[in-house]
């Protein structure tokens, strides 16, 4: 038996900014540019999107380092939403986040790891998807060994990570520009469908709200997420940039709208179809730290349903390792099983995922209100981080959060229906609970106490 009084402050501000750097950039920098490109008139407004982008994760960033410094708990948003609307609403976006959003965003980076690992070594007719069960198995070993281990294999990778963006900036600009960025700028075919192609932006910015799982775990609790948050999305952004422009020194808005691989063109232009392997490792460097940093952040949730339900009460355990063990492995079993599903209808599989979009925008949305409703009902509670320009800002943000659930309804259509049938579900866990026992917060466990894991 290992025993552990909760989380602890182990985690630097630079582990935290690595941790934000890793899980925001994932595959998605290398395939959704061409995707906003088709949705867009003209290059302006490519690059308007890409910077709003920006702008809008830091906005909401500044609004999660309030909540995250004033409320600091392993649970993150689960803990936001328990404390303004109770535990019970709280307990659907945790099973929402364990059972699909997280475990499928899993599998989705583990299969674009396998698809990109195929090229270099074939496992045979489903080598993508063997790929995908050792990335996951390997991964989540690691995360067992504790924090420690895997945050510092996590830093060194970003680098990597990095220096692979770079690489790809650096193809782009070699190659012999197609026009001025002058003329570029002043072209403009179409309207700009604004709505449809932050939907692929936000999406490649997606996993910056993850760091509020941390806020637990920081040695500066007053200004270490903030700064971590800022640190890391500037960071992003900058290099988001600087790909889209290289893309487009090298392709042209119509070149970029027309790729089905924007940056693997760049790299076989710039330096022959002998580069393929390079762009490959890149890629798969990229999917693997996604993958650990999303793997150490989506246990979490799990763990704060463990301390307030107790039929998950084994949930709720922390290891003296620096993680929640049994939150890891089921976890890593659900990854695991969807992957598995993935091998007989890999189109649903794909479909299912997409289609939960509009519940992720409902649930951050109500994290914005969150916030709101917990200044006015704790107005003396000392808040080491404030939100500047309040309201507006978080009145803003929750604004645009609703731009993008409509958005997102629009894109997916009746497939919604989906994500409100996975979220049904959550009625039998939290029916069996109700039957059970009586819900409570153990007192014994955990944060407010110590805790057991086998």
Not at 325 to 347: D, E, F, H, K
Request: charged share 10%.
């Amino acid at each position: 038996m290992h025993s552990s009084d909760g989380p602890r402050p182990t985690l630097s501000t630079v582990d935290a900014v690595c941790l934000i750097l890793g899980t925001v950039i994932g595959a998605g920098i290398f395939k959704a540019p061409s995707v906003v490109a088709g949705h867009v008139g003209g290059v302006s407004d490519f690059l308007l999107v890409w910077i709003l982008g920006g702008l809008i994760s830091i906005g909401g960033a500044l609004c999660y380092a309030e909540l995250s410094s004033s409320h600091p708990h392993a649970g993150g948003e689960y803990h936001f939403l328990s404390r303004a609307f109770g535990k019970h609403l709280a307990f659907f976006y945790a099973w929402a986040r364990s059972t699909v959003i997280i475990t499928g965003s899993i599998a989705i980076l583990a299969i674009t790891l396998g698809d990109y690992m195929s090229t270099i070594l074939s496992l045979g007719p489903y080598s993508s998807y063997l790929w995908a069960l050792i990335a996951i198995t390997a991964v989540s070993a690691l995360n067992l060994l504790g924090i420690r281990e895997s945050t510092r294999v996590h830093n060194a990778m970003t680098v990597l990570e990095v220096l692979g963006i770079v690489a790809i900036v650096y193809a782009g600009f070699s190659v012999n520009g197609i026009n001025s960025m002058g003329e570029l700028l002043a072209r403009q075919s179409r309207p700009t469908e604004y709505g449809l192609a932050m939907v692929f932006v936000l999406l490649t910015f997606g996993g910056w709200n993850e760091v509020s799982y941390l806020s637990a775990e920081m040695r500066d609790k007053r200004r270490g997420i903030s700064r971590a948050l800022v640190w890391g999305l500037g960071g992003v952004t900058l290099l988001y940039l600087l790909a889209n422009l290289a893309y487009l020194h090298a392709l042209g808005l119509p070149g970029m709208a027309q790729s089905n691989a924007v940056a693997s063109d760049v790299f076989t232009l710039a330096f022959g179809k002998g580069s393929a392997m390079i762009f490959s490792v890149i890629v798969i460097l990229s999917c693997l730290n996604s993958l650990n940093a999303t793997m150490i952040f989506g246990a979490r949730s799990a763990f704060a349903v463990g301390q307030d339900f107790r039929s998950f009460a084994w949930l709720g355990r922390w290891h003296s390792s620096g993680h929640p063990r049994n939150s890891l492995l089921v976890q890593a079993a659900v990854a695991l099983a969807v992957v598995g599903l993935a091998t007989v209808t890999r189109q649903g599989f794909e479909t299912v995922v997409e289609f939960t979009a509009p519940v992720f925008w409902a649930f951050i949305l109500l994290v914005g209100v969150a916030l709101i409703v917990l200044r006015r009902r704790h107005p003396g509670l000392h808040r080491p981080f404030k939100v500047p320009l309040y309201p507006w800002l978080p009145l803003g943000f929750i604004a645009v959060t609703g731009w993008m659930l409509w958005s997102s309804l629009v894109y997916t259509g009746l497939g919604a229906l989906v994500g409100v049938a996975v979220l049904c579900l959550g009625l039998i866990p939290l029916g069996w609970d109700a039957l059970g026992r009586r819900p409570g917060r153990i007192e014994t466990q955990g944060i407010n106490g110590r805790s057991s894991d086998a």
